[in-house]
């Protein structure tokens, strides 16, 4: 069972109601709304974990929701559809999506979708905030503070600094990062990569030419290294 919250936005009343059931009976909480507009109002109140997103929306279509949603949040988004046209696909991934279901789908496939994609954007409140002399970060607020400054990150800066947060001293590929916060249909964009790490760099690094916190493991990935704890300080809480 999941505690997960999942916003359904889907104009068509039938599709709502069996996704409400069969969501909520595996233990998910659900909100729902049936225009573009109400989810991107919704999203940004609510916070969820995951979004199902209709991609034929009246008004505000699907694809303009997801890219407004994705302005303010990076809450995996599973994009529904009717169409199966490689192309199709393709405008939806660009468009900020994570993952791309087609009409009618298995109720089953939906759910290891779903499964899937919460597995790679773990909930933020599973990570304690990171407390450093430099700067700190909360991840449940997605606050930033450099040198007594808060910073804004873009989104997918936010979740790239997450990601190698959670796993710190250990490198993390190029790929894995890419696929976790792209979706998975990337791992070869590594310029996308690399232009958020260096912005990344300039708002948290002293001197981002010569980081001490975000380190290029060369051909592998990237890392994130702690700051080290000094020696007496160590000593004395060890006592």
């Given at each position: 069972?999941?505690?997960?919250?999942?916003?359904?936005?889907?104009?068509?009343?039938?599709?709502?109601?069996?996704?409400?059931?069969?969501?909520?009976?595996?233990?998910?909480?659900?909100?729902?709304?049936?225009?573009?507009?109400?989810?991107?109002?919704?999203?940004?109140?609510?916070?969820?974990?995951?979004?199902?997103?209709?991609?034929?929306?009246?008004?505000?279509?699907?694809?303009?929701?997801?890219?407004?949603?994705?302005?303010?949040?990076?809450?995996?988004?599973?994009?529904?559809?009717?169409?199966?046209?490689?192309?199709?696909?393709?405008?939806?991934?660009?468009?900020?999506?994570?993952?791309?279901?087609?009409?009618?789908?298995?109720?089953?496939?939906?759910?290891?979708?779903?499964?899937?994609?919460?597995?790679?954007?773990?909930?933020v409140?599973?990570?304690?905030?990171?407390?450093?002399?430099?700067?700190?970060v909360?991840?449940?607020?997605?606050?930033?503070?450099?040198?007594?400054?808060?910073?804004?990150l873009?989104?997918?800066?936010?979740?790239?600094?997450?990601?190698?947060?959670?796993?710190?001293?250990?490198?993390?590929?190029?790929?894995?990062?890419?696929?976790?916060?792209?979706?998975?249909?990337?791992?070869?964009?590594?310029?996308?990569?690399?232009?958020?790490?260096?912005?990344?760099?300039?708002?948290?690094?002293?001197?981002?030419?010569?980081p001490?916190?975000?380190?290029?493991?060369?051909?592998?990935?990237?890392?994130?290294?702690?700051?080290?704890?000094?020696?007496?300080?160590?000593?004395?809480?060890?006592?």
């Open positions: 069972m999941s505690s997960a919250n999942i916003l359904v936005v889907d104009d068509e009343p039938q599709i709502r109601r069996v996704l409400r059931s069969t969501l909520s009976f595996r233990g998910y909480t659900i909100s729902e709304v049936s225009s573009g507009e109400e989810a991107v109002e919704l999203a940004s109140k609510l916070k969820p974990d995951l979004i199902l997103l209709d991609v034929n929306l009246p008004g505000m279509s699907g694809i303009e929701t997801c890219r407004e949603i994705r302005r303010t949040s990076d809450a995996p988004i599973i994009m529904l559809t009717v169409r199966s046209a490689e192309r199709d696909k393709v405008v939806a991934l660009d468009a900020g999506a994570d993952d791309y279901v087609t009409k009618p789908f298995g109720i089953e496939e939906l759910l290891a979708r779903i499964r899937a994609s919460l597995r790679r954007h773990p909930s409140d599973a990570l304690p905030p990171f407390v450093s002399k430099e700067f700190t909360d991840f449940e607020s997605r606050r930033v503070v450099v040198s007594g400054e808060e910073v804004h873009a989104p997918k800066e936010f979740e790239v600094l997450r990601h190698l947060i959670a796993n710190q001293g250990k490198p993390v590929t190029h790929r894995r990062l890419l696929q976790i916060v792209w979706g998975p249909e990337y791992g070869d964009e590594t310029e996308n990569l690399r232009v958020v790490i260096n912005q990344l760099r300039k708002k948290i690094e002293k001197d981002p030419s010569q001490k916190f975000i380190l290029t493991e060369p051909w592998v990935g990237y890392r994130f290294q702690p700051p080290k704890q000094p020696a007496a300080k160590a000593l004395r809480s060890s006592r």
